[in-house]
């Protein structure tokens, strides 16, 4: 079962989200239109839908899409979170009004966005994680994270467990002073 549907024509935005979820053990589906949205979340019900405003393409909105899968019965008890840049009250209300749980503005923080998801799935907040806090510093980019999550799994899958901060380091991503900091600040942060 899938547990967050990302639905958003922009790549780049859904390779971001899918990074940032990934960190919290989820399995992600994604799709670039409309109608792929429909597809997918009647095909394999996932635990949430997250989903743009904009489609590039003459058809149904982000809210056609949330208005369609909350008035089917086999889709409408999946939460849907409006994911867009559009920030107006007017488009607030008619996310809320095609019967979206909540609305969450571009750009958002990655902690922000897990814990939208996990306050809507029921799980406790989340602590910001070593990944999380380096791509808030800028320290490091979404796709040097996935790289290093890949490499965590190739180690751990070969007997050989690494912690993030050892796999960045053997990349070369961090230096030892900023891995340092990051390590500091996620301590202080945790004990707050």
Known sequence: MTDILIADDQRFIRDMVRIT?????WTIAEAATADQTVDLAH????RAVLLDVNFDEDGPTGFDVCKLLKDDPATKAIPV???TARDSSADRKAG???GASHYLVKPFGPIDLINTLRGILGEPPAVQTLGQYLIDE????HEQLAEALERQRFYE??????RLGEVLAIMR???PEELEKALE????????
Do not use: E, F, N, Y
Not at 21 to 25: A, E, H, K, N, V
Not at 43 to 46: A, I, K, M, S, V
Not at 186 to 191: G, T
């Open 43 to 46: 095909r394999d019900p996932p």
């Open 21 to 25: 979820l990934s960190t919290q053990g």
């Open 138 to 141: 800028g320290i490091l980019t």
């Open 96 to 98: 809320l009004a095609a």
């Open 81 to 83: 979170v409006m994911l």
């Open 173 to 175: 991503a961090i230096s």
């Open 185 to 192: 600040r996620q301590k202080k942060d945790a004990k707050s």
């Open 157 to 162: 899958a070969r007997g050989h467990p690494r």
